[in-house]
Nanobody
Framework: QVQLVESGGGLVQAGGSLRLSCAAR????????MGWYRQAPGKQRELVAT???????NYVDSVKGRFTISRDNAKNTVYLQMNSLKPEDTAVYYC???????????????WGQGTQVTVSS
């Protein structure tokens, strides 16, 4: 069994900051790409940022310069530091990871349960 456990969402005023964390737990051999997605009410889930195991990073244009993704491979954890938050950042944020379990050679995609981020104007 593998699961992704998220924390760090909440309510913040525009211009404020939040830090999301997502820890992968279970029988894990290796984690490849990790990332954050978000889904606002009435909208499709969109990619926010990804970080490869080797450190390569991608951001959606709307968060560049404001959000920072990072990971700690020793802790199987990915973070999303969100600064200068805007009301349009309001969404449920989901972490994702491509994980190879100890009992398989296949890389499978996993999702966290989601954490609400609300930015008030």
């Amino acid at each position: 069994q593998v699961q992704l456990v998220e924390s760090g969402g909440g309510l913040v005023q525009a211009g404020g900051s939040l830090r999301l964390s997502c820890a992968a737990r279970g029988s894990i051999f290796r984690i490849n790409d990790m990332g954050w997605y978000r889904q606002a009410p009435g909208k499709q889930r969109e990619l926010v940022a990804t970080v490869a195991r080797g450190g390569s990073i991608n951001y959606v244009d709307s968060v560049k310069g404001r959000f920072t993704i990072s990971r700690d491979n020793a802790k199987n954890t990915v973070y999303l530091q969100m600064n200068s938050l805007k009301p349009e950042d309001t969404a449920v944020y989901y972490c994702s990871a491509q994980i190879i379990r100890r009992d398989t050679i296949s890389s499978l995609g996993y999702w966290g349960q989601g954490t609400q981020v609300t930015v008030s104007s």
